[in-house]
């Protein structure tokens, strides 16, 4: 990349994101906190100029419970831990956006759609994971086919992607090429952010400290592309959201965003922030006002060394 930048991408996911491990009533306000957070985040980044990618899991494309039973593939994931497929909790639903919050989105995804420079992405069709045993790859491909045609309306949605939880299959870069997709985000190779199957407490700890302290270094990358066609647009740093417990430490948290994401402006490298809307629910105001200052920082350094802000898929095109 000749120039620096600044992407970000969120994981668009909803329930379907967390239900193997939480409940709808466990995560309630943090759910519907997203009807608030998303058109916040979209207005700010239209103010301010700012290109993001929002992968999205295919389920929230869904206008009612007909449309999605209608667009699951013939393959599903045979998951060992039959837990983690969400296919059988579809009949528990409810049938439409306006009588499910939780479980459908199609009313945000135009709002995303028709903002300027907003990039739509797959987060696959069902939140599909890569590094479970018991799937296969010809399964992946159903699921990735099932994206593309539940997301059609809405044009090409299916030029980047974003792994759920991360899990990036080495073995599966044919059926993503296959399929058209061309970006993708790597999660780091440190220890403490490689995508695993099984988390650790220690895992968890560090990543906490380390979004407050520079432990794991500054994570600066550049667009790395392979001879499949397929481009690495490594993540950088989880934005993590407010929270009243660690608020004392907030002006650590910018701190150490700010002085890594001058580091990539200063020396034409990318700085790739990202989160999950969810995470702005449940103090959606404040975790909005962090994200507000980081982007007025971002604005000085597109003024004073020419930054600028791509979407994953720009990032991946060489800008």
Request: with cysteine.
């Amino acid at each position: 990349m000749s120039r620096p930048a600044l992407v970000i991408s969120l994981d668009f996911e909803l329930h379907w994101g967390v239900r193997d491990h939480t409940s709808v009533d466990g995560y309630r306000a943090n759910l519907l906190g997203v009807r608030e957070a998303i058109p916040a985040m979209l207005d700010l980044f239209e103010r301010k100029s700012i290109a993001a990618t929002w992968a999205t899991v295919g389920f929230l494309f869904a206008e009612n419970k007909k449309d999605l039973e209608r667009h699951v593939p013939s393959r599903l994931p045979t998951y060992d831990n039959r837990a983690l497929s969400p296919y059988d909790a579809i009949g528990e639903i409810g049938d439409d956006e306006a009588s499910d919050p939780f479980h459908y989105a199609p009313s945000l995804v135009r709002h995303i759609a028709k903002t300027p420079r907003q990039e739509l992405a797959t987060h696959t069709f069902s939140h599909y994971y890569c590094l479970e045993a018991g799937q296969t790859a010809e399964q992946f491909d159903a699921d990735l086919e099932a994206a593309a045609k539940i997301s059609s309306p809405y044009g090409d949605a299916m030029r980047s992607i974003v792994f759920p939880r991360n899990q990036l299959n080495e073995r599966y870069a044919d059926v993503l090429r296959q399929r058209g997709i061309r970006a993708y985000r790597s999660n780091g190779r440190h220890w403490a952010y490689r995508a695993e199957r099984a988390e650790t407490p220690a895992r968890r700890a560090f990543r906490l400290a380390d979004a407050y302290l520079p432990l794991g270094g500054p994570r600066l990358g550049e667009p790395s592309s392979d001879t499949r066609g397929l481009t690495d647009v490594p993540a950088s740093a989880f934005l993590r959201p407010y929270s009243p417990r660690l608020r004392r430490l907030d002006p650590l948290r910018r701190h150490r965003l700010e002085r890594t994401m001058t580091s990539a402006a200063k020396s034409g490298r990318l700085f790739h922030l990202w989160w999950h809307p969810h995470n702005f629910g449940k103090y959606p105001k404040e975790s909005m006002a962090f994200l507000e200052r980081l982007l007025d920082h971002f604005e000085t350094l597109r003024r004073r060394y020419g930054m600028e802000s791509l979407s994953m898929g720009e990032a991946a095109a060489g800008g």
